[in-house]
Every structure is written in C-alpha cells, then in structure tokens.
C-alpha cells in the first residue's frame, strides 16, 4: 500500500509542474468542470503531449540504457528509477504513450466505422439481412474478446497496428448492437416518418436524420472504448503479442518489470497506474458526453 | 351552491401565495401571490394554460412541488391551520387523510408490480385504519363504489389489466378512502376519451354530493370548469386574472384574458366565424368532384401466436371528401382512424378495399410511383414535438421536401420557404433556429408549413390540434381555415375532440371499433345524429349543457 503511495505521489510532483503552468485557465475551468472530470481531461490532455512531443517532457532516451544505472530506484536523476538495462522508466513510459494511443484511436475507429456501418444497416434495412448481420454480430459477442484478438493476431503477425485491428474487431460488436438499438428508435419517430411521406428516398432520409440523430450516444460509446482499447492493447502487449522489444509500449513494459518484481516493483507498478489512470479518465470523459447528450 | 355566506373557515384558503423553481443558477418565482379559497363541499376550478402556474399551485398546496421548488411567501391554510410551512413528517398526517390527490395520468400512477387491492389499502395500511379481512372488505366496497365491476376480481388485477378509465376509478377510489375534506383532483380526465371523461367527472360529482368533499379541479379546458365548477379561478402566467362563481366569470367575464380564453374554446364558442360548412358544400346536382374515395377499407392486424383470427382495426369502411372541403374522422381511441389515415396516405397498405386520391388508385402505387404520389397528400402529425428532427433547423426543415423532388435552384428554395414560413404566421428569423427553441403552437406551423412547401391538393391533420393549449389551437384553426380559402385544400381532419370538429369540419365520420357508426354534412350529424354512440359522444364534450351557452 505504502509503495503506491509513493508512487502516485512521485507522479503527482512531476504533473505538479505542468498544472502550475495551466493555473490560470484551469481556475476558470473549475468553475464550469467539476474537478474529477477536470482531472481526466487533464490526463487525457498529458498523454496526448507525450504522444506527441516525447521529447519535451523527458532528455533521457527511451530505447538505450546508460551504464552502471541498471535497476536505480526512483530518485531526482530518474523519475520512476531505471530498469535492468538501465533505461530511465519515465522516459519509456513517456515515449510508450504513442504506441498506446494511436493502437487506441485504430481500434476504436476500426469498431466504430465498421460497427456502425453494419449497425445502421442492420438497423434500416429488410428483416432478413438484418437478422443475418445480427447473428453474425451474436457470434463476434459470443467468443471471448481476448481469445479473439490473438487468434486476429497469428493470422495477421505481430505488430502495433496488428494488435490495434485486433482489438478493433472485438469492438465491433458493441458498436453494432449500439448503433443498430439507436436507428432502430429513430427509425420509429415521427420525424423519419415524416420525411419518408415529403418524398424522402431511402438513402436520403438514413443520411439526413437517422444517422445524425443515432450517432451521439454511439459516439459516447467510443470515447468508453477508448479506455478499454488501451487495455487491451497493453494486455495484448504484455502477452508478447504486440510491438517487439525494445519498443516502449505500456503493456510490455509491465511484462518486462515483472521479472524484478521483488527487487524493483517501481518497473511494473509505475506503468501499471498510468494505465489504470489514463482508463479511468476515459470513463469519466465519456459519461461526461453521455450526461451532455442525455 | 354557491359561496357559504357565513364566516365559518374554509376548507382551504391560499393566501398571497408564491412559489419559484431554483433555474441554474438563481430562483425564478412562477407563482405570484395567488390567493383563492375553497368553501366546504364546493368545487373549484384552477383553469389556466400551460405555464399558468396552475399545476405548480395544486401541487404546492400538498407539499408536493418538484425538488427544485419552494415556497417563497404566502400562507396555505387548511381548515385555519397554515401549513405552507410544514415538513414532509407533518404533511404525511394529513395527506390521504384530510388532503388527498387524484392524480393527471392514471397511465403511470399505479404501481405497475402491485395489485389493485393492495394499492388501495395501502393508504388504510399506512394511517393505520384498517387490516386483514376488514381491509379487504372495505377496499371491495371502495370498488364497487367508484363504479368498477366484479370488484372482487378486479382487487386482484394489476394495473396494466385495466383500460385507463378504470385505472382513473382506482386512483379516485384511492383519494376517497379515508373520506378527505378536500381532494385535489389535477387534469383527472385530460388523458381519456371525452365519453369516458364525462363518466368520471360524472362519479367524481356524486362522490362530492354524498361526502360533501371539496373538490380543487385543475383543468385546462373551459367547458369542464363550466361544467362542474362552483367557482372558478382563472390563472395566467402565475397569476389570478379572475376569480367569481362560474356561471358570472363565463356570462360576463370581467379580464380580457377570460374573454379571449372563452372564445377560443370550441366547445364554449356559441357562433362559428367561418362561413356555414353547408354553404361551402357545392350543390348536390353538381357533378361530384371527389378528391378522396375510400371504399370498404379493411385493415387486419395479424395477432401472432395467439391462434386467434386477425384483429380489424378498421372494418369496411368507406366515405368520400369533396375538393376544397374538410373531412373529419372522429372517434375515441382504438376506433381505427388513425389505421384508416395512415393508409390513406400510402404509409399503410389496405388488407382489401380501394382508396382513391385525385384518381390515383393506391393499391398499385410502388416505390418512385408511390414517392410521386407524395406530392399530393401530406400529414401533419399530433405530437409537433416528435415530428420535427430536432437537429434541423427550421429552414432546413421546411426545405427538405423540396430537395426530395430536386431541380429547385437554391435561390428559388429560398425564396420559397421564406414565402411559406410567412404564410403560416412565422417570423422570418425563425428560419434559423432550432425546433426546441419554439413553443409547441410555433412548432406545429412549421410541420404545416412542411406539409404546404410541395402544395399538396390534400392535407390530413392528424389530431393535429389536440396538443395544443386552447389559444394557441385556435390560432391554428384559424390558419388552417384562411389557408384552405386561399389555396383551396381538402382537409381530412381527424380528432377526438367533437366540439372543433363542429367548428372546423364540413363533412363528417364517426367511427367506432373500427366501422362507421354514422357519417354525413356536420350540421346533420350534430343536430340529428344517426346512431346512439354519435349522440353519447355529444353530449359528452364539456361545457355544452351550461346554462350560459344552451
């Protein structure tokens, strides 16, 4: 318990230095934020810049260790210590947000263009390929997602955008019955109706009012899946079937710590809660989108 | 009757009253020092429009306003006890007890998972009158009293087993049990059928006679008030416009609020303005020129796995609309005319029977051939807040039939809509906002304005006032009219609601499960009705038997 303390705490200094910078416009943001959601999007806005700018934000290399610096615990030279190699921990968590995030945004938008394609589909056409996608989609729901990306994985090889497609593809599903439940209520409202009776072809009516009037709470969606893409990524990650070593990607940076785990928790542990973190903002995020919209 | 003239307390008296509602960030009062006072055994009508502050009223006078609601100033006294003041463990003595409620939608009121009986002693139960066997027994008799039949069985019915008139029964039986000197009886009647209304306005009456409860009636519609009440107070805007005995406030309605509210209630107006619906109708020796023939409409709904035959929602049906004329279907809920309608404009296609629209025989219309028949019949639905997408904005609205038959140059498209949206009585600036921003009457002209843009030769209202505040319904009746004379509609206008149909309707139907009872010029219809349902249905439109307009 205390190790996580510490650690949060280690965190906590080091985002300390960028919140003091963002006082101003934070204030008049609190005001309209509540602080729980300010603090998401807060994460959400960091990881990004590391995605972005690594090299702003740390001056040691993420891929080559300095000598005689293996294993250091955490201290002021390196944030969040080094691992066995002796490359600083901080550094490659850093310029690991990168890989995370862009396997992140090609699994959700993989789900969320697919699975809303077939969604609106299913949802506006005949009964009888209606009943076909859905089934399909019942089988895509029914096998376990984990088992499905890697079998996705050894059909495609290893690789970041390997294992991003595969996490995409057990997304898909969801996105569908989402997408498909929406148009299937708009689809029902006077409105659609109306515009069928001026005249409105098929195509016409899908793309001016149900797609629009479907969207937002699978939008919403997306943002939820987010954070659950970057877990799946890492856990894909950690199980070897994501980016080779020595790529920095989160998920194999707890696999890689978890061998010193007895003598150098900090290896696992530090990557294991921006993780968990940068879920959680997610979450928050996307109920925010849900609260607006509803 | 009328006001008791000696000083003994009333029953209720709400003085000086004001009530807001915490808005974002400030409170905004609504209610505005209203004061009345309720006699005992006397009915009081609170008649106001949406936003009156009617409801927020009857609502406060129980401890029942909304989370956000408080009461600022003024005094509630019951019985010369004021309890405006009182906490929810104070107010739960008198609730049920000396105060009870029928509430507005008896749809959602019972406790879906619940029993009847258990319902009903439930307030026995909590004021701890009765239990066991005696329970039971009196919850049978309260039954019987409000008029349901097999009462036993009924005890152990759940509410979804009921139709709505019955569930309003229960809920009166509920507010009765215990005998209140006041019951606050909130629109009990504006969500059922007018013939169903009357029964219980009829029960709720005699259960005042034999109790000599007073009854606090809040209700939108004039006739009602007209009806049932001893006196009425006339709210507007969160304020008293007037208050006196019924029959003065309706012979000579002293604020222009009244007046103007009098006159635009259908089922109160004495002399129709539009010219006579006869006198519009051409001659019978001329040729007939008629723009809709329905002939033995049948529509049969499949009722799969029941095993039994398919129920018919409309029954040989047949009736003929003149050009330029209006057609009113009429009928309470389930009688089929909203089947008939849906397929007279092609949403529907009929089990058997024919339906003609200026010569085009639907039953052979498909796809593009059916799209083009669009242009000559077009809807404007009940609900104007579910007909509109609200991520349009008006002038996308209004636009989008004319893109859905193409070839309209942009500069024409616009000229158009902006001619049309005047046309329905709209400023031009509201082509840019958004349907949620209007109020239901403005939204309701665009939907006209909709169904207008393609200049359709037929236009079916469906119910397409009834959601409408009195004022604002007849504003739209008055456009509708003006507009059927300039661009010579036909109108096939469907409605529950007799007294506008009399007001607007040239020809008539009257349907009833689905077959037509009794149909012909309106004036034949009202004044020598053809069949026993059509004169049930009548007599029941509020408001018709007061002595000020017999």
């Known amino acids: 318990m205390t190790s996580f303390d510490t650690i949060q705490s280690d965190a906590g200094t080091d985002r300390h230095a960028t919140r003091h910078s963002l006082a101003d416009r934070l204030g008049r943001l609190q005001r309209r934020l509540p602080p729980g959601l300010a603090l998401s999007w807060l994460i959400l806005a960091i990881v990004f810049l590391w995605a972005v700018a690594p090299a702003l934000f740390t001056s040691y290399s993420a891929v080559e260790g300095i000598g005689g610096a293996q294993l250091k615990r955490p201290d002021a030279a390196h944030l969040l210590g080094t691992d066995a190699l002796g490359r600083d921990l901080y550094a490659r968590i850093v310029y690991g947000a990168v890989h995370s995030l862009t396997g992140a945004f090609v699994a959700v938008g993989l789900g969320l263009v697919v699975g809303t394609a077939l969604g609106v589909v299913a949802g506006s056409v005949g009964r009888r390929l209606d009943d076909a996608i859905m089934r399909l989609v019942d089988v895509l729901l029914s096998i376990p997602p984990l088992l499905l990306s890697l079998s996705i994985i050894i059909l495609l090889g290893f690789g970041t955008v390997n294992a991003a497609i595969a996490v995409g593809v057990t997304s898909i599903a969801g996105f569908a019955r989402l997408a498909r439940s929406e148009v299937v209520r708009v689809r029902r409202s006077d409105y659609v109706e109306a515009a069928f009776g001026s005249g409105g072809t098929f195509w016409a009516v899908l793309w001016r009012h149900v797609l629009p009037n479907s969207l937002t709470s699978v939008i919403a969606f997306a943002a939820l899946q987010f954070g659950s893409a970057v877990l799946q990524i890492s856990t894909l990650g950690f199980l070897g079937y994501g980016a080779p070593p020595p790529t920095p990607e989160w998920g194999l940076l707890i696999a890689e710590g978890r061998n010193y785990i007895s003598t150098a928790w900090w290896l696992t542990t530090a990557p294991g809660v921006v993780v968990v973190l940068v879920v959680l903002a997610a979450n928050r995020v996307s109920q925010s989108f849900g609260k607006v919209i509803s | 009757m009328t006001s008791l003239t000696n000083p003994r307390v009333p029953v209720l008296e709400v003085s000086d009253l004001a009530i807001s509602y915490h808005d974002g960030g400030a409170y905004q009062e609504v209610v505005h020092g209203v004061s009345f006072r309720v006699e005992a055994g006397q009915v009081v009508a609170l008649v106001g429009e949406s936003g009156s502050g009617k409801t927020t009223t009857a609502q406060s006078i129980i401890g029942l306003l909304a989370a956000n609601g408080r009461v600022d100033r003024g005094a509630i006294k019951l019985n010369g006890t004021d309890i405006s003041r009182w906490s929810d463990k104070q107010l739960d003595t008198i609730r049920g007890a000396s105060i009870s409620l029928v509430p507005q939608d008896p749809g959602s009121s019972l406790n879906p998972v619940k029993t009847i009986g258990d319902q009903v002693g439930e307030i026995l139960e909590i004021h701890g009158k009765l239990r066991g066997k005696d329970l039971e027994r009196r919850v049978v008799a309260l039954l019987d009293r409000v008029g349901l039949s097999e009462p036993e069985f009924r005890a152990r019915q759940y509410p979804h087993e009921l139709s709505g008139g019955m569930r309003q029964r229960v809920l009166i039986a509920i507010a009765i049990t215990l005998k209140p000197q006041l019951i606050i009886a909130d629109e009990p009647t504006s969500a059922l059928d007018v013939t169903v209304q009357k029964r219980i306005l009829d029960l709720i009456d005699e259960l005042r006679r034999e109790y000599g409860t007073a009854v606090l009636l809040v209700t939108h519609d004039l006739g009602i008030a007209a009806d049932r009440a001893d006196r009425v107070v006339v709210l507007q805007g969160g304020r008293v416009q007037e208050e006196g005995s019924a029959i003065d406030v309706l012979a000579s309605p002293r604020s222009a609020y009244t007046r103007q509210l009098i006159a635009d209630a259908p089922s109160l107006a004495r002399s129709v303005t539009r010219a006579p619906a006869t006198a519009r109708l051409p001659d019978e020796s001329a040729p007939a020129d008629d723009i809709v023939v329905v002939e033995q409409l049948v529509q049969a709904f499949r009722r799969p796995g029941t095993g039994q035959p398919p129920l018919l ?231 018709r038997n007061h002595p000020v307009f017999a």
Request: glycine letters at 10%; proline letters at 4%.
């Open chain 2, 313 to 543: 929602a409309v029954d040989k049906v047949s009736f003929r609309v003149r050009r330029g004329t209006t057609h009113a279907l009429v009928g309470e809920s389930g009688s089929g005319k909203t089947t008939t309608i849906r397929a007279v404009v092609g949403f529907q296609r009929p089990t058997s029977g024919t339906i003609r629209v200026d010569g085009t025989d639907l039953a052979n219309l498909n796809g593009e051939a059916l799209r083009q028949f669009r242009r000559k019949i077009q809807l404007v639905y009940q609900n104007p807040y579910a007909s509109l997408d609200p991520r349009q904005t008006v002038f996308g609205i209004i636009e989008e039939p004319l893109l859905n038959f193409g070839a309209v140059k942009r500069t024409e498209r616009r000229a158009k809509v902006m001619s049309i949206l005047g046309r329905v009585g709209l400023p031009e600036a509201t082509a840019l906002r958004r349907p949620h921003a209007l109020s239901g009457g403005q939204r309701q002209r665009v939907a006209i304005a909709r169904a207008l843009i393609l200049e359709p030769q037929v236009v079916v209202l469906d119910e397409a006032v009834s959601a409408l505040d009195v004022t604002v319904q007849a504003r739209i009746l008055d456009l509708l009219d003006e507009l059927q004379q300039d661009l010579g509609l036909t109108y096939l206008f469907v409605s529950h609601d007799l007294a506008v149909v009399r007001q607007i309707a040239d020809t008539v139907s009257v349907l009833r499960g689905g077959r037509l009872v009794d149909g012909g010029p309106v004036a034949q219809v009202f004044e020598q009705p053809g069949s026993d349902y059509t004169r049930e249905l009548i007599n029941a439109i509020p408001g």
